[in-house]
């Protein structure tokens, strides 16, 4: 089974809303990673946390991390059509592997 | 852009065949992975490399091997495919790994196998 699980599996929202996307893990980590995914195109990253930290920011997006609790998330604020993608969380369960998760499917309605 | 480019993009084949797919770099980045992309599944680890001649299994290993000669090509071959094999694989390459690596992808290579 994966390491990472991504919740919803598919999130449809109206423009100008905010998203959130979670994603629980099994194994403890060293950093956890954020991508988005075009249809048809390969995985682009989007930001990383590390297991030490708690809340990260980039741009329009805020991860958080709970190390407690195996889980991470992502908040995309003031969505755009141009966000409809889908978003894979990854974690480093060994210093070389990644490993990802099954992916949220973000839809942006105008 | 991170300079990766698979080949081939696109095959077809018949159950039974050997498939190789290429993975090239020109960033030098030490670590080079090889996923899988299904419905329901994400992304799911094949095989990676942290150097030349170092590979390890990754979640989905059984009926692919992978060989790493130079820094720069990645092989990942099918010895007999399988319908189960029908996917969209993707290599990905990182400077630092698991160690806080950004991975960078290539574009796919949809695989059919008939």
């Known amino acids: 089974s994966q390491q990472g699980e991504e919740d919803p599996q598919a999130l449809s929202i109206q423009e100008g809303e905010n998203a959130t996307m979670n994603c629980s893990y099994k194994?403890?980590?060293?950093?956890l990673q954020w991508y988005r995914q075009n249809s048809g195109r390969g995985l682009v990253h989007l930001i990383l946390?590390?297991?030490?930290?708690r809340e990260k920011h980039s741009g329009r997006l805020r991860v958080t991390l709970d190390t407690s609790k195996k889980s991470s998330s992502l908040l995309i604020t003031a969505s755009r059509a141009a966000d409809t993608a889908s978003y894979f969380c990854a974690t480093d369960s060994s210093a070389s592997k990644i490993i990802f998760g099954s992916g949220t499917r973000l839809s942006i309605r105008p | 852009d991170a300079g990766i480019t698979q080949s081939p993009r696109h095959k077809v084949t018949e159950t039974g065949t050997p498939v190789t797919l290429r993975c090239h770099q020109t960033e030098n980045h030490r670590y080079m992975y090889w996923y899988r992309q299904d419905p329901g599944h994400g992304l799911r680890l094949i095989h990676y490399s942290y150097g030349v001649k170092d590979t390890d299994k990754g979640e989905v290993s059984d009926g692919y091997s992978v060989s790493r000669s130079k820094t720069e090509d990645f092989l990942l071959t099918l010895e007999s495919a399988t319908s189960s094999q029908t996917s969209v694989y993707f290599c990905a390459i990182s400077e630092n790994g698991g160690a806080g690596g950004e991975l960078f992808f290539g574009e796919g290579s949809r695989l059919t196998v008939l």
């Open positions: 946390i590390r297991s030490n930290e």
């Open positions: 194994t403890s980590i060293n950093n």
